[in-house]
């Protein structure tokens, strides 16, 4: 099997979707990336900042400005269709309550690539507008978001929120990414909010870091120890908190790589979903993310476990099976595998990281837009420009 795969990552960089594809020389990203973004921020400066605010969620127990989503894969029982849910999972409700989670979405889509389009362009309309978005979450006393997720994926009837429900903001990481580079840049217009938007983060950092739903989300097993640990190094970095970067430097050496990645590469306990594919693909990404934030002189990339676990390894047993999922020898996924793969960026990040043009040749080949709702919540890093090598 391991023979299939590595000849399968070498044939990615000769062969892709029928033609001969090659990584430019050199990986110039900013030129790679220019038109799509500039494209994307240009239609985002007609959207308005919009958020949870003034979407009202009728089961919440908070007020209009605490966060609040249901939990995807909780539905009516049928024995009892007015008693508390059950689980079904893999299979998301469609009639749950998305407003607040689709609003978070948007914002994590539209910002940061409205301040990539400010990046490489230098156009002032767009680092306004990236401000007029985080003055409206963050700062304004009429639409701001409370810094806490104690009502995220609430289960209708069993509780008013869960600590997994954390997760949903993974959607900010790329936002306190660009928040970092809008203050680095002194980007026009970012200097009115700065207080109001880095003491959000600062007080989101606390909770998520010392709360009861925080610690119960840091000791997950699986992706959602992944993503508490991605989020706490991104805010962390914007607001200059060596104390949690130092603890995230070892959580991701001593805690994940160990439990999360097999010697040969894989993921067992995403492996173990009903959606193998999707979960293996976004806990990658995700833990690429946080070696991308962590690592110093790529030095977690190139670590391993002294039975030979690490994200490089990580990387090479999935990337085949990005190529050709064909190849995948694992269940499909019950939902959206006809969807994926797209622009995975631990392709990206890995391939720059560690020298592989076939990985860098292969995430060019991808769809770096996907528009399938569920698909684009589980794409979190969208904007590679964003995240310069550390």
């Known amino acids: 099997m391991m023979a299939r795969r590595e000849l399968l990552v070498g044939t990615a960089c000769l062969i892709l979707a029928g033609r001969a594809i090659a990584a430019p020389a050199p990986f110039d990203l900013a030129a790679i990336e220019r038109a799509r973004v500039l494209r994307a921020g240009s239609a985002f400066l007609a959207h308005a900042p919009r958020t949870i605010a003034a979407i009202p969620a009728p089961r919440s127990p908070g007020t209009r400005h605490d966060y609040y989503s249901e939990g995807d894969y909780w539905w009516p029982d049928p024995a009892s269709p007015s008693g508390p849910y059950i689980r079904r999972d893999g299979f998301s409700n469609p009639a749950k309550f998305d407003g607040h989670r689709d609003a978070l979405i948007r914002f994590g889509v539209e910002m940061p690539a409205l301040t990539a389009a400010w990046l490489l362009s230098k156009d002032a309309r767009y680092a306004h507008h990236a401000v007029a978005h985080l003055k409206a979450w963050f700062v304004d006393p009429a639409t701001r978001m409370a810094p806490d997720l104690a009502h995220a994926q609430a289960i209708i009837g069993v509780n008013t929120g869960r600590a997994i429900g954390i997760i949903d903001t993974l959607q900010i990481v790329e936002v306190a990414r660009a928040v970092e580079l809008l203050g680095r ?164 990040f890995g391939g720059e990281a560690l020298g592989r043009a076939d990985w860098l040749t292969l995430w060019l080949s991808l769809d770096a837009d996907p528009v399938v709702a569920e698909v684009v919540r589980n794409f979190p890093i969208r904007q590679p420009l964003l995240w310069p090598i550390a």
């Open 185 to 348: 840049a002194h980007a026009p217009g970012y200097a009115a909010v700065r207080r109001g938007v880095e003491g959000w983060f600062r007080d989101y950092l606390t909770w998520l870091t010392t709360s009861p739903a925080g610690r119960e989300e840091r000791d997950q097993a699986n992706n959602h120890g992944s993503c508490w640990l991605l989020q706490a190094a991104a805010f962390a970095s914007l607001v200059g908190d060596a104390t949690v970067l130092d603890a995230a430097r070892t959580r991701l050496t001593e805690t994940i790589i160990p439990h999360q990645i097999a010697p040969d590469g894989s993921q067992p306990l995403e492996l173990a979903r009903t959606k193998p594919y999707s979960y293996s693909l976004f806990n990658l990404d995700v833990l690429a993310g946080a070696c991308r934030l962590l690592s110093r002189d790529n030095d977690l990339w190139r670590f391993t476990t002294a039975d030979g676990r690490g994200i490089g390894k990580a990387i090479a047993f999935m990337a085949p099976f990005i190529h050709e999922k064909g190849a995948w020898p694992y269940a499909k996924d019950v939902e959206y595998f006809d969807d994926l793969p797209v622009r995975q960026p631990s392709l990206l």
